[in-house]
C-alpha cells in the first residue's frame, strides 16, 4: 500500500477499530505523482493532490486528517459516499409495491436526508486496495437497516487514472424490491483547502442541464421541472457561480444559495455524459464532472460555520462546491421522475468521472449547452 507523500495525512491517524471492523487510510497515486486518500470509514475522500497552472500542488477536496474527526464532523456527510439513498425524502415515507415504508429517520427538518444518521457515509466498509490507482470498498446494507427494505450488496471502486480522473463505480443487488440513490458528497475546493478555505464566488461554472427541480421551502421538490433560462440557474454558459447565488428569487431563497438537482442533457438514459465544468480563476485548475446519473445535486456548501478540517485547514460558509451525481429528489414520492426501484435480479450500476485539469476561464467561457434535452 502507497503512503500518503503529498497530503501530510498520517496513516495510523485514521487506524482504528469502529463497528468491530478496521479502519485505515489508503494511498492511490497515478503516474503523474498526483494523490487521492480515501479511508475506508464512510468512504470518505480526504485528499485530492493536483496541480494548479503554475505547478503547485494543492488538496482540492475538503476532509480531515485523523478518523476521530472524520467520525466526529460537524458535516457528517463531508466527501463521503451517500446512500441508501442520497438526497430527500418527503417525511421520511414511501410507498412501494403497495407496502407503506414510514420509519426512515427525520434528520433534515420534517424530512430524511442522505440515508439517515447511520447511512453508508457512517459505516465502515471492507475495503481492499487492488493496485496503486484502485480501491474496492464493499458493504452489505441489511433488511431495514435506517428503515429500508431488503439486503442491499454494495461495492464501490475509486480508480485514480494517469489522467487525473477520479473515476467512482457504483454496483449494488438485494434481495428484496427497495429504493437506491447512490451518491458522492465531494466538497471540492478548487483553490486548495486553506486557513481559511477560500470561498467559491469567483469560481467560474458549467452545467449541461436546460431544466431544474424546484423545492419548497423544507427542500423537498415541487413536482415542477422548471427552465433555466432566464433564472438563477442558468449556467448553460460558463459564469461565476456568485453571481447569481444570492438572487431575490424564491429558489434561491429556499435553498440558501444553490441546492438543487440539475436534469441533465442527455442522448440516452445511463450513457455516461459531460455534466458540469468548473474553473477556479486564480489557481487556474479545472474540474469536469462526467455521469450516468440522470441529475446533479448542486449544493454551494451554505451552511458551513467555518470548522476545521484537516492540516490546520477552516472551511468557512460556501468554501466548497458539490455536484452529486443522482437521481432527483424524493424520487420515491414523485412518480413523474425517473424510477429509483431496485428488484432481485437486477443489478444497479452507476459511473461518476471527476477530471482535474488546468484551463483558463477564457477557454471555457465558450462552452455551451447540449442540443439534446433531459431524459426526464
Known amino acids: 500500500m502507497k503512503i500518503s507523500q503529498l497530503s501530510g495525512l498520517k496513516r495510523k491517524d485514521f487506524q482504528s477499530t469502529i463497528q468491530g471492523k478496521q479502519t485505515d487510510l489508503y494511498t492511490l497515486v497515478n503516474q503523474c505523482g498526483n494523490e487521492v486518500c480515501i479511508t475506508n470509514y464512510g468512504g470518505a475522500l480526504v485528499a485530492i493532490m493536483v496541480p494548479g497552472k503554475d505547478g503547485k500542488i494543492a488538496n482540492v477536496i475538503q476532509g480531515h486528517d485523523t478518523i476521530k474527526s472524520v467520525v466526529e464532523s460537524p458535516e457528517p456527510f463531508l466527501s463521503t459516499l451517500i446512500g441508501r439513498y442520497g438526497n430527500r425524502i418527503c417525511n421520511g415515507r414511501f410507498q412501494l409495491d403497495g407496502v407503506v415504508y414510514d420509519q426512515l429517520a427525520i434528520n433534515n427538518g420534517p424530512n430524511h436526508l442522505h440515508g439517515g444518521p447511520t447511512g453508508f457515509h457512517a459505516r465502515v466498509w471492507d475495503a481492499e486496495q487492488k493496485d496503486d490507482q484502485t480501491l474496492c470498498l464493499h458493504y452489505l446494507s441489511k433488511d431495514g437497516e435506517e428503515g429500508f427494505p431488503g439486503n442491499l450488496d454494495v461495492t464501490v471502486v475509486y480508480r485514480w487514472t494517469d489522467d487525473n480522473e477520479l473515476v467512482i463505480d457504483y454496483k449494488a443487488t438485494t434481495d ?23 470561498d467559491i464566488l469567483d469560481l467560474q461554472c458549467y452545467i449541461n442541464a436546460n431544466f431544474y427541480v424546484p423545492i419548497d421551502e423544507t427542500s423537498i421538490p415541487t413536482g415542477e421541472v422548471r427552465a433555466v433560462k432566464g433564472t438563477p440557474f442558468d449556467f448553460t454558459q460558463m459564469h461565476a457561480v456568485g453571481d447569481m447565488i444570492d438572487a431575490d428569487d424564491e429558489q434561491t431563497k429556499n435553498g440558501a444559495g444553490y441546492d438543487h438537482s440539475f436534469l441533465l442533457n442527455k ?91 488546468t484551463d483558463s476561464t477564457e477557454k471555457a467561457s465558450g462552452l455551451s449547452g447540449a442540443a439534446c434535452e433531459s431524459v426526464f
Open 176 to 198: 428484496k424490491s427497495t429504493i437506491i440513490n447512490l451518491t458522492n458528497h465531494g466538497f471540492f475546493s478548487l483553490a486548495g483547502i486553506a486557513n481559511p478555505t477560500p
Open 267 to 357: 442522448g440516452e438514459f445511463g450513457e455516461l455524459s459531460y455534466a458540469a465544468k468548473v474553473c477556479e480563476p486564480h489557481s487556474g485548475r479545472s474540474m469536469e464532472v462526467y455521469t450516468t446519473e440522470p441529475a446533479v445535486q448542486v449544493y454551494t456548501d451554505n451552511w458551513a460555520s467555518g470548522y476545521p478540517g484537516q492540516c490546520g485547514s477552516t472551511f468557512p460558509r460556501r468554501s466548497a462546491i458539490c455536484f452529486e451525481a443522482q437521481h432527483a429528489p424524493d424520487t420515491p414520492n414523485q412518480t413523474h421522475f425517473p424510477t429509483c426501484i431496485l428488484r432481485p435480479g437486477e443489478v444497479y450500476t452507476q459511473k461518476t468521472v471527476y477530471k482535474f485539469g
